[in-house]
C-alpha cells in the first residue's frame, strides 16, 4: 500500500552564511511550491529535506551517505511509505564552470538509460510551456534516486524516481515561472496516478 503518493528529497538544503556555495540555494524553495500544488491537487505528499549538514561535510546524495541518521530515516520513510513518485530536487547557479547555463530553466536527470518512459513524458510535458525551457541529461552518482531504483529491482517497491534541478537565478527563472511549473508538474502526477488506478480497476 502507498502512504504517499509523491516524496520529494531535497539532500542539500542546508545553507549556511558562506563565501563559496555549499548548497543548493533554491531547491528548498521549490521543494516548498512543488509541496504546495501538490496539496491543490489533493496529493499526498512529504519534503524530506536535510537542512543540518552542509554539502561541504557530507554529500547526502552519494552512497557514502547512507550510514547518516538523514538517510536512514530517508531509508524508513522509504520503506513505510512506499511512495508512488519521489522527487530529487536541487538547484544549479547560473554561470558554472561548464559555462554560462542561464538559458536553461529546468534540467531532468536519471540515471538509467535508456531513460524510462515516464521520464520523457514528464520533460515532454515541461517543454509544451516553452520548448528551450528544459532539458534531459543523464546522472551519475545520484545515490537517493540509485536506492530507489535498486528497491524497485529487489520489489521493496515499485517508484518512479528522477531528479529535478533548477535555475537559482530568479531573474533567468522567475517566482512565478517557478510556480507554474511545478503547477503543470503536479497536475501531470495526479492524471498519472488516476490513470493507473483507473488501469487498476479494469484489470
Known amino acids: 500500500m502507498n502512504d504517499l503518493d509523491v516524496l520529494i528529497t531535497v539532500p542539500h538544503a542546508g ?3 558562506n ?13 516548498q511550491i512543488l509541496h504546495q500544488a501538490l496539496n491543490s491537487y489533493d496529493l499526498k505528499n512529504q519534503v524530506f529535506a536535510n537542512t543540518a549538514i552542509p554539502r561541504f561535510i557530507m554529500d547526502m546524495n552519494r552512497f557514502v551517505s547512507r550510514d547518516t541518521r538523514w538517510r536512514k530515516l530517508l531509508s524508513e520513510v ?13 538547484s544549479f547557479p547560473s554561470d558554472t564552470i561548464w559555462g554560462d547555463r542561464s538559458g536553461l530553466k529546468i534540467e531532468i536527470l536519471h540515471d538509467e538509460h535508456p531513460f524510462p518512459l515516464y521520464v520523457h513524458q514528464v520533460l515532454k510535458e515541461l517543454q ?3 520548448p528551450t525551457m528544459s532539458n534531459l541529461d543523464q546522472g551519475k552518482w545520484n545515490d537517493i534516486m540509485d536506492q530507489v531504483l535498486e528497491n ?5 517497491q515499485t517508484s518512479k524516481v528522477f531528479l529535478l534541478e533548477v535555475n537559482e537565478s530568479s531573474q533567468s527563472f522567475s517566482k512565478n515561472e517557478l510556480e507554474k511549473v511545478m503547477k503543470i508538474l503536479a497536475r501531470f502526477i495526479r492524471n498519472s496516478i488516476f490513470f493507473r488506478k483507473q488501469e487498476k480497476n479494469h484489470q
Do not use: Q, S
Open 128 to 130: 509544451k510551456i516553452e
Open 78 to 90: 522509504l520503506r513505510e511509505k512506499k511512495p508512488r513518485w519521489i522527487i530529487d530536487m536541487h
Open 19 to 31: 563565501p563559496f556555495r555549499m548548497c543548493d540555494t533554491r531547491a528548498y524553495e521549490a521543494a
Open 152 to 156: 524497485n529491482r529487489r520489489n521493496l
Open 15 to 17: 545553507c549556511f552564511v
